[in-house]
């Protein structure tokens, strides 16, 4: 396809997107991830009079209107616990600027192997609109007790924020700076690669700009989102991507077109992305990616049973090798709610995911810095479960689904050159960097969740999921586990000022190719390695002290096992961090 026929079919779909309604959603292969109890946001209508306070509940610490209720939690990073405790449940931000509430607050902590954390919130009303920053930073020596070589990491998080409540909408400002720095300690056959003195750091950084505009009221749009931003690291990669959403105005369900006891309802959603990534080490791979995509939906439904029709339809373009391809997805969806016990439900989909170096970097912080990047596409994704509650306090669903994917996505340990000398090693190529493979096949899937909620202060829920993975040409499904199991539960006393939670969860076990050196034939030999399963528990604790100081203490992976997310990276062992939060 050439650049000028491009550009029609381009702005073909940007015509069409504003003729209509519908919801692209990348369709990701959700492996091992945590499952909310789910919330039909679609029926809740939006209040014109009382919009929410920001920033909203996803992005900030939560807060209620009561002043012992804030909720924080322990920043990810690479080295802790795969697991982390969150310290309270989260509760609803207060919509009223005019009110007067302790949503201002420093938390500090402080653990073994110098973890050191401190996170700070401060927003300010100006008049009818807010205006505040955000700053997190998390800091450990890592398990160094484990390598003789430096194993530290690091976050920094910090934004700046506008809030502006208009007429017909809010409107959200916003400027991010994140920096992660890591050190890639998992060295293969460190007898060869490991040096005195060497220096394996890496840090990634990222600038970004986003707002968001979003309507009390659903006529003609109902939301709309631009982020843009800048990636780089150590090694001068960098990476720029734009990315727009648009959400058209979707009909009321109570307002549709009535018919013998049906009502009709229309959705849609449209994306804009482009993303150039430029790598710095290597070949110096350059992708130059645009995508654009538009998706209806037709839903008709009856007293809590519905039925929903569409499709996903994406245009996805590799501009610098002048590649690009028209994807496209149907979508359907059944629920039949046969009480409130029980409903079952059944639909296929699928959709296309994006890769970028901006997020990649984040799941596996010890890629190499030179990667192959292309989306991989879910050719359709058959499902079928059922789900309900069971009183006041049981609540439960299971699903088992068929999935069948081009390119998915892998992360692999890099070779190495065994010829050269110990002046040539660098941070990044002593058999301790990954890179993504990508490979076709079908995920055969069942999970379930059960949760369990008493009068408020008690919350237990237990969650399961297995995944058996088909691959074409790959030997295993590398570092993904077939088996994840979780239990968690919180409870609150004294008026709420005693905050208890625990977390449980087995991971099982996963594989990893491995790289070593055979001295006998002095090559590089490939293998088989076995990530042993494990068990993490996590316990957290806080107790108001005063109406703006609260104390507490966080106990992660308390079993003490050094498991490995990555093929040689080990995790922190127990980790114990406490202090306080003052409000104000």
Do not use: C
Not at 157 to 182: D, Q, R
């Amino acid at each position: 396809m050439n650049t000028q026929n491009k550009i029609y079919f381009l702005t073909f779909l940007l015509i069409i997107s504003t003729q209509g309604y519908a919801q692209l959603h990348e369709e990701v292969l959700n492996v091992g991830k945590k499952k909310n109890p789910e919330v039909n946001v679609k029926n809740i209508q939006k209040i014109k009079n009382n919009p929410e306070r920001y920033p909203p509940i996803s992005e900030q610490p939560s807060l209620d209107k009561k002043e012992d209720t804030l909720t924080y939690s322990i920043i990810n990073i690479p080295a802790v616990s795969d697991f982390q405790t969150t310290q309270l449940p989260p509760q609803p931000l207060n919509s009223d600027f005019n009110e007067s509430y302790k949503d201002n607050y420093l938390k500090m902590g402080y653990g073994n192997r110098n973890t050191l954390l401190a996170d700070a919130y401060y927003n300010y009303p100006i008049e009818n609109n807010r205006v505040g920053i955000k700053f997190s930073a998390l800091s450990t020596d890592g398990p160094k007790n484990q390598y003789d070589w430096k194993t530290a990491s690091s976050h920094i998080n910090t934004e700046a924020f506008y809030l502006l409540k208009l007429k017909t909408g809010k409107l959200h400002l916003a400027g991010n700076y994140t920096y992660n720095g890591s050190n890639y300690y998992g060295i293969n056959a460190p007898e060869i690669f490991a040096t005195p003195g060497m220096k394996l750091k890496q840090n990634t950084n990222q600038l970004s700009f986003k707002s968001d505009y979003d309507l009390y009221s659903n006529n003609y749009l109902d939301k709309a989102s631009l982020q843009a931003g800048y990636w780089w690291d150590k090694f001068d990669s960098k990476e720029s991507f734009v990315d727009i959403k648009a959400q058209l105005a979707k009909s009321n369900e109570n307002a549709s077109l009535l018919i013998g006891g049906l009502n009709f309802a229309v959705e849609a959603d449209v994306l804009f992305n482009y993303t150039d990534t430029q790598f710095g080490l290597a070949t110096k791979n350059k992708y130059s990616y645009i995508t654009a995509g538009f998706s209806p939906v037709l839903k008709i439904s009856s007293q809590g049973s519905y039925f929903q029709i569409g499709a996903n339809m994406i245009y996805n373009g590799e501009l610098k090798n002048n590649n690009s391809k028209f994807f496209f997805h149907p979508k359907a969806e059944f629920l039949f709610h046969a009480a409130k016990e029980i409903s079952v439900f059944a639909g296929l989909n699928g959709g296309l995911k994006l890769h970028n170096m901006a997020e990649l970097s984040v799941e596996n912080p010890y890629l190499l810095s030179n990667q192959v990047l292309k989306p991989t596409n879910t050719l359709y994704k058959i499902y079928a479960g059922m789900k309900g509650d069971v009183g006041e306090g049981f609540k439960y669903e299971a699903e088992a689904s068929f999935t069948k994917v081009e390119d998915f996505w892998v992360y692999m340990k890099n070779s190495v050159d065994l010829v050269q000398s110990s002046e040539s090693l660098t941070s990044y190529n002593r058999s301790n960097t990954f890179n993504v493979a990508y490979d076709d096949g079908n995920i055969f899937t069942i999970k379930g969740s059960l949760q369990y909620f008493y009068n408020g202060d008690l919350n237990l829920g237990i969650e399961g999921e297995y995944n058996h993975y088909d691959l074409d040409k790959l030997k295993e499904a590398y570092h993904l586990p077939n088996f994840k199991i979780g239990l968690d539960g919180n409870y609150k006393a004294i008026d709420d000022k005693l905050r208890l939670s625990a977390k449980l969860f087995f991971t099982g076990e996963r594989k990893s190719n491995y790289l070593y050196y055979d001295p006998q034939t002095l090559s590089v030999n490939e293998g088989i390695a076995k990530l042993d399963s494990y068990f993490d528990l996590n316990l957290s604790a806080s107790y108001q002290l005063l109406n703006n100081l609260s104390l507490y203490v966080n106990g992660n992976n308390l079993f003490g096992k050094h498991y490995e997310r990555f093929q040689g990276y080990k995790v922190l062992g127990t980790q114990i961090l406490g202090g306080f939060i003052f409000k104000f």
